[in-house]
């Protein structure tokens, strides 16, 4: 299988549409041989994951909840303190409520890479330019 590398900026970017993107690529719907139960995804580079945004009143409003198994166990981390401590997991779990709810959404969720400046240059040679054009709109 012939995988390619897409380039996103978040930079200004709202969380929401840019995690649906990224959802369609990871998932290869967006290829023309797409089968549900073959994981026939690209690979997604996301950069300038301090930058994204969100609509409303989401920044002071959402909030973000984990359990920790034990009792009295739940955290809970607001928006506007999350993307000062690591924004990369503000991403990641956006991506990971839209992708299908079964065993290949670990295998589509480990080709993504979040980065919160400019992607290595490795990543350089290998990304699809077509999507860069596409995601300046």
Excluded: W
């Excluded at 670990?106 to 350089?124: F, G, Q, S, T």
Aim: glycine share 8%; net charge positive.
């Amino acid at each position: 299988m012939n995988r390619k590398y897409h380039l996103f900026n978040a930079q200004g970017k709202i969380l929401g549409r840019l995690a649906v993107e990224t959802a369609k690529i990871l998932s290869g719907r967006n290829k023309v041989d797409f089968t549900p139960n073959v994981d026939g995804g690209d690979f997604v580079v996301i950069t300038n994951a301090d930058e994204i945004r969100v609509t409303g009143n989401k920044t002071k409003d959402k909030i973000y909840y984990r359990f920790s198994g034990y009792p009295g166990g739940i955290s809970k981390i607001a928006f506007k303190d999350q993307i000062k401590k690591d924004s990369r997991k503000i991403i990641k779990s956006a991506v990971y409520g839209m992708l299908p709810k079964n065993r290949l959404r670990n295998c589509m969720l480990r080709r993504l890479r979040i980065y919160k400046k400019d992607a290595p240059k490795e990543y350089k040679s290998l990304i699809n330019i077509n999507s860069i054009a596409n995601n300046q709109k």
